[in-house]
């Protein structure tokens, strides 16, 4: 008899996107008038074509691969060394990291849910409230947690609330835990941690032998020069902190698939009997085990943003969609809204109208004006009241969205 892995059996009933689309697809079927005039705001997909430079980067890529002369067979798993060190040079320029402790993957999403394989069972795990769905079920996939209550909060998680008092951003708890999850700019909420708030959750790491898992993954959004990227630019982080990056917001790459981690060799956790392993001899171990790199193209492409060309076309881009949040943040303001995001960070938090849960607002904005969105209790019990909205979009389809929201609401 084989048996299952019961920690599926823990799982809600459903990931929060297939729940959206689910809806989504009953109302195109029984709306089929309606339907046609459908707008997603909802699941941060990027919708503007790929950037020149890469593209003319990966169509290098694929004539190589037709000559045999030039044929790439297996890649290295940790990622081609053109673009290890594009990344190092540029994205971590002045940090102190190296090219050797760059990871190129396929996905952050992927590598946030698989660092757990190189970290043991009995350890204390802090997540935000709201939070990014992929932390949580992958923690009770691992069997790292109990139960979920009636809140959808699972036992043996530290949830670390974040609401409007405290800008969204959480400060560290008052207790010891081993590992801790940050985002920022922050999805669902884009909100951002100062310098200062980063530096005490730092300190707070070195004070207690916490590992800080930080998905930057948005960092190319960030507009404010004051507003860190990186976790590496807060003093101690090279002494405990894992980041998570990807190309696909930053490039455009959401169908392309490639991204990055970086594990500093600085940073270590514990064996049971107290001695000190490097994370990055683990890391690069799991990585060579069950991964088998990301293709040339994808490489070759991701190493081009980087180019001069290559830059000035991904500013382009932020810049499309970062006027596409101002839009959706100005119009949700001006119908009476709370509004948090949407300044260094491509997603717009906002409070639902007076009695209204997330769910019931995801209903009304679906059936009443034909527009998705994300509801915030699908992101945690502390996102009940608020809901996302996505700025990746057409420019013509956010002023359109904005207009329904000021018909709805206004």
Same mark, same amino acid.
């Given at each position: 008899?084989a048996?299952?892995?019961?920690?599926?059996?823990k799982?809600k009933?459903g990931?929060?996107f297939?729940?959206?689309s689910r809806?989504?697809?009953?109302?195109?079927?029984?709306n089929?008038?309606?339907?046609a005039r459908l707008?997603?705001?909802?699941?941060?997909d990027?919708t503007e074509?790929?950037?020149?430079?890469?593209?003319?980067a990966m169509?290098e890529?694929v004539?190589?691969l037709a000559?045999?002369?030039s044929?790439?067979?297996?890649?290295?798993?940790?990622?081609?060394?053109?673009?290890?060190?594009a990344?190092?040079t540029?994205?971590?320029?002045n940090?102190n990291? &190296?090219?050797?402790?760059?990871f190129?993957s396929?996905?952050?999403?992927?590598?946030?849910?698989?660092?757990?394989?190189?970290?043991?069972?009995?350890?204390?795990?802090?997540?935000?409230?709201? =939070?990014?769905?992929?932390?949580?079920? *992958?923690?009770?996939?691992?069997?790292n947690?109990g139960d979920?209550?009636?809140n959808?909060a699972y036992?043996g998680? =530290?949830?670390?609330?974040c609401?409007?008092s405290?800008?969204?951003v959480?400060?560290?708890?008052?207790?010891?835990v081993?590992?801790v999850?940050?985002?920022?700019?922050?999805?669902?909420t884009?909100?951002v941690a *100062?310098r200062e708030?980063l530096?005490?959750w730092v300190?707070y790491?070195?004070a207690?032998?916490?590992?800080?898992?930080f998905?930057?993954a948005?960092?190319?959004?960030?507009?404010?020069p004051?507003v860190?990227? &990186?976790i590496?630019?807060?003093a101690?982080a090279h002494?405990c902190a894992?980041?998570?990056?990807?190309?696909?917001?930053?490039?455009?790459?959401t169908?392309v698939?490639?991204a990055?981690?970086? =594990?500093p060799k600085t940073?270590?956790?514990?064996?049971?009997?107290g001695?000190?392993i490097?994370?990055?001899q683990l890391?690069?171990?799991r990585?060579s085990?069950?991964?088998n790199?990301a &293709?040339y193209?994808?490489?070759k492409a991701?190493a081009?943003?980087f180019?001069?060309?290559?830059k000035v076309?991904?500013?382009a881009l932020i810049?499309h969609y970062?006027g596409n949040?101002?839009l959706l943040?100005d119009a949700c303001?001006?119908?009476?809204?709370?509004?948090?995001g949407?300044?260094?960070?491509p997603y717009v938090?906002?409070g639902c109208?007076?009695?209204?849960?997330s769910?019931?607002?995801?209903?009304?904005?679906l059936?009443e004006?034909?527009v998705?969105?994300?509801?915030?209790?699908?992101?945690?019990?502390?996102?009940e009241?608020?809901?996302?909205i996505?700025a990746f979009n057409s420019?013509?389809?956010?002023e359109?969205?904005?207009?329904?929201?000021?018909t709805?609401?206004g």
């Amino acid at each position: 008899m084989a048996f299952i892995n019961e920690n599926f059996l823990k799982l809600k009933a459903g990931y929060l996107f297939p729940e959206i689309s689910r809806r989504v697809t009953a109302f195109q079927q029984q709306n089929v008038e309606k339907a046609a005039r459908l707008i997603r705001c909802g699941i941060g997909d990027v919708t503007e074509a790929l950037p020149e430079a890469a593209i003319k980067a990966m169509h290098e890529g694929v004539d190589e691969l037709a000559d045999r002369a030039s044929f790439k067979g297996y890649g290295p798993e940790q990622g081609y060394a053109f673009l290890r060190e594009a990344v190092a040079t540029n994205a971590y320029a002045n940090l102190n990291i &190296s090219a050797d402790e760059i990871f190129i993957s396929d996905g952050s999403k992927c590598d946030t849910g698989n660092i757990l394989d190189i970290f043991g069972k009995g350890n204390r795990i802090a997540i935000t409230d709201p =939070v990014y769905p992929v932390y949580v079920d *992958t923690n009770v996939m691992a069997g790292n947690t109990g139960d979920a209550d009636t809140n959808g909060a699972y036992e043996g998680l =530290v949830y670390l609330k974040c609401d409007a008092s405290n800008g969204f951003v959480a400060p560290p708890p008052a207790e010891k835990v081993d590992l801790v999850y940050l985002c920022f700019p922050n999805n669902p909420t884009g909100a951002v941690a *100062t310098r200062e708030q980063l530096q005490a959750w730092v300190d707070y790491a070195i004070a207690n032998d916490t590992v800080i898992l930080f998905d930057s993954a948005y960092e190319a959004f960030v507009q404010d020069p004051n507003v860190p990227r &990186s976790i590496y630019e807060i003093a101690g982080a090279h002494q405990c902190a894992l980041e998570f990056r990807s190309f696909s917001k930053h490039g455009g790459f959401t169908g392309v698939r490639c991204a990055y981690t970086v =594990v500093p060799k600085t940073v270590t956790a514990a064996t049971q009997d107290g001695q000190r392993i490097a994370l990055h001899q683990l890391w690069s171990r799991r990585h060579s085990t069950k991964f088998n790199g990301a &293709s040339y193209p994808v490489q070759k492409a991701a190493a081009a943003l980087f180019s001069a060309e290559g830059k000035v076309q991904v500013a382009a881009l932020i810049e499309h969609y970062m006027g596409n949040a101002a839009l959706l943040r100005d119009a949700c303001s001006a119908v009476g809204l709370e509004v948090f995001g949407g300044i260094n960070a491509p997603y717009v938090w906002v409070g639902c109208p007076e009695g209204k849960t997330s769910w019931e607002m995801f209903d009304l904005m679906l059936h009443e004006a034909q527009v998705v969105i994300t509801p915030g209790s699908g992101f945690g019990a502390a996102g009940e009241g608020w809901f996302r909205i996505s700025a990746f979009n057409s420019r013509a389809n956010v002023e359109e969205v904005c207009r329904r929201i000021t018909t709805l609401l206004g």
